[in-house]
């Protein structure tokens, strides 16, 4: 969604506020998967599995095999490369949104890329067993196959926004909430309440579902929004973004569902939202915009 965006949009009119829920430690250097992955796709160098980089090697994971590391959670070269840097600069003092912004910078990326906090925000997910797991635990370690049954945001009553994200939410002429996992990848972010309030205030709010057909393209979209109370479908992602946005983009597969947007008053368009084809998503991107109110 960013890259569509970004395609139809001035350097100075595209801000990214980013999930820092999934951040990790591992190696001894801090991962921040969902920052790097809206770093990597701006700067058109993301790998083919939705994670890493482009041509990237495996040498480190190789060798540390070799000497009986568990490398399953498998960072390439040119990545790690990348959390090395990230680590380094955060043990010298510098806050995470001054480390992404030289990220970007120095990826060529040319609007704004800011995590939701510098402060410490962990996603757990409790699976069927009503045991605890941090989300990397749950989503790579093990797959993502356990039954979730709740999930929780720890440090976020403590957190503050990172600088500049409050101020880019009131300032945008649109809110757009990317089509991702909402317990997962969102709601995170909404867990840190200043940025929730500014949300809930904010004049002109647009989702983009994460479904097609009632399931996500990849990922277990459907099956923790299932586990965590929510209903099926588009419905489902309603409830999950309930007051806080104004418009809900489905895909054309879903478009039965428009209708289920008067329980909530909130207007339900349906379009092609895979964010494919030639353009990759600006046609889409540029139907978002259109909605603007003049």
Known sequence: MARALRSVLGPDQLTVIVNVGDDTERYSVRVSPDPDTVLYTLADVA????WGRLDDTFATMQELTKLGVDTSFALGDKDLAVCLYRTQLLADGVPLSDVTARLAESFGIDCALLPATNDPLKTFVQIGDRSWLSFQEYFVDRGHTDTVRAVA????????????????IADADTLVIAPSNPPLSIWPILAVDPIREAVEIHPHRVAVSPLFSGAPLKGPADKVM???????GTRGVLEAY???IDT??????????????????????????RLTG?????????????????
């Open 242 to 244: 309930d007051r806080l």
């Open 278 to 294: 030639g353009d990759h998503g600006a046609a889409f991107a540029n139907e978002i915009l259109d909605q603007a109110p003049l």
């Open 153 to 168: 945001y720890h440090g976020a009553p403590e957190a503050s926004p990172a600088p500049r994200v409050i101020q880019a």
């Open 248 to 273: 809900l983009f489905i895909d054309v597969t879903d478009r039965v569902d428009v209708p289920i947007g008067d329980d909530f008053g909130v207007t339900v368009v349906p379009g092609d939202t």
């Open 226 to 232: 299932s586990g965590v109370g929510l209903s099926p």
């Open 47 to 50: 790998g083919p599995r939705g």
